[in-house]
């Protein structure tokens, strides 16, 4: 066991607050990783909040951060993939009982005894897990991802969640040329949402409340942008969407959003406000629309969705920080606030002792 540097919340209504966390040495299976840049996903907030207290009730202290690229420092000896000064990368997961129907079919994200990267039983030195707000992280081979090379570090560490979560519905629901496709919400998940629909070749509608991210959408990517408050312009699209994918944190109105889709369209939420959301029975009848929900991505498909945006150039917008920013960075994601998303520079731990 070595300790490592982190940012930790004590309770639910504590700031996050430097602090060091245990760390186990590298298995023989294990990869040892410095974390470069760790992304802030909108779940750390809601999870360090005790937002989501009836689905995954808070364990404190509690390290977030799950999306995390870096450089492995060490490896056990029966590590195959990665070697001392390679890249690699770790998402929300670090482990599953690889044994049921989801982990044989490469679907780890659906294992019922997963693990995911904080805040879940920590089977080598009890406790939950602790994640990406450090300085190390020790995590088996198979959850351990290859980071293409020619891509910008710290737009790269935002794809392990928020760019796996929007790329994986997507491939699920056939986004391709040809298709119209809605976002909801331009933030961390909604603006990679945009970029990979955008690569798909698929037509590209987003729906911001926030006018002044009108200039931005179309740059990301959409060819058209719906300001959600404005009734007209909402109407005009009604019946017309193959597929929307609704990434919005808070509680809005989804109906409004069903009545977009053509017939037998679908609309996948991301999103995961922690209040349930009202669905109108004849929303979903009319058109024999459906809806549905989409967690992440499993690991096969992570690496593919890397390898895509290696090929296509693609990384998150990204808002460098130190960790000494982390809490002011939470009260701005609170106000949409975020272009497109933060992310941490964990050389700004050094300073801390
Ligand atoms: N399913 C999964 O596996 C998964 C994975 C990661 C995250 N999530 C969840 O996805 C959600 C989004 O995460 P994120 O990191 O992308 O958050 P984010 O960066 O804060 O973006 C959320 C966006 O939602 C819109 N929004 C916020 N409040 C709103 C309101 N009251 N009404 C309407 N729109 C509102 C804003 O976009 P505009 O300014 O454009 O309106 C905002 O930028 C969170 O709930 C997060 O927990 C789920
Ligand atoms: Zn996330
Ligand atoms: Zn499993």
């Known amino acids: 066991m070595y300790n490592a540097k982190a940012y930790s919340a004590a309770s639910k209504e504590s700031p996050l607050a430097f602090t060091t966390i245990p760390r186990r040495e590298p298995t023989e299976s294990d990869?040892?990783?410095?974390i470069l840049f760790c992304g802030i996903c909108h779940s750390d907030l809601h999870q360090v909040r005790d937002e989501w207290s009836e689905v995954?009730?808070?364990?404190?202290p509690c390290v977030p951060g799950h999306e995390i690229v870096g450089r492995v420092t060490k490896v056990g000896s029966a590590v195959t993939g990665f070697?001392?000064?390679?890249?690699?990368?770790?998402?929300?997961?670090?482990?599953?009982?690889?044994?049921?129907p989801e982990c044989q079919a490469g679907q780890e994200q659906f294992c019922p005894n997963f693990?995911?990267?904080y805040n879940f039983p920590d089977k080598h030195l009890g406790?939950?897990?602790?994640?990406?707000?450090?300085?190390?992280?020790?995590?088996?081979?198979?959850?351990?991802?290859?980071?293409p090379n020619n891509l910008d570090l710290a737009g790269v560490a935002p794809l392990l969640c928020a760019g796996i979560t929007t790329y994986s519905p997507m491939r699920h629901w056939g986004v391709t040329k040809g298709k119209k496709v809605g976002i909801v919400g331009l933030g961390g998940l909604g603006h990679m949402g945009v970029k990979f629909a955008h690569a798909l070749g698929a037509h590209v509608v987003v729906f911001s409340t926030s006018p002044n991210k009108k200039e931005d959408a179309l740059r990301l990517g959409a060819d058209e942008v719906v300001i959600s408050r404005n009734a007209d312009e909402m109407e005009k699209q009604t019946g017309s969407f193959d597929f929307i994918l609704d990434a919005v944190s808070a509680d809005h109105d989804i109906n409004a959003y069903i009545n977009l889709l053509r017939r037998d369209g679908n609309l996948t939420l991301v999103g995961a406000p922690n209040k349930p959301l009202a669905v109108a029975a004849f929303a979903l009848i009319m058109g024999r629309r459906s809806l549905s929900g989409s967690p992440i991505g499993g690991i096969a498909e992570t690496q593919e969705m890397l390898n895509f945006c290696g090929e296509h150039g693609i990384t998150a917008d990204v808002e460098v920080l130190p960790i000494q920013k982390v809490n002011e960075a939470y009260e701005r994601l609170l106000k949409s606030d975020v272009k497109y998303r933060f992310s941490i520079d964990m050389a700004s731990l050094k300073s801390e002792q």
């Open 56 to 60: 995954m009730p808070t364990v404190y």
């Open 127 to 147: 406790g939950v897990t602790y994640g990406g707000y450090s300085d190390s992280i020790v995590v088996d081979q198979k959850f351990v991802l290859q980071v």
């Open 31 to 34: 990869v040892q990783i410095e």
């Open 83 to 100: 070697k001392p000064g390679d890249l690699a990368a770790v998402g929300c997961m670090v482990d599953s009982d690889r044994t049921c």
């Open 115 to 117: 693990i995911l990267t």
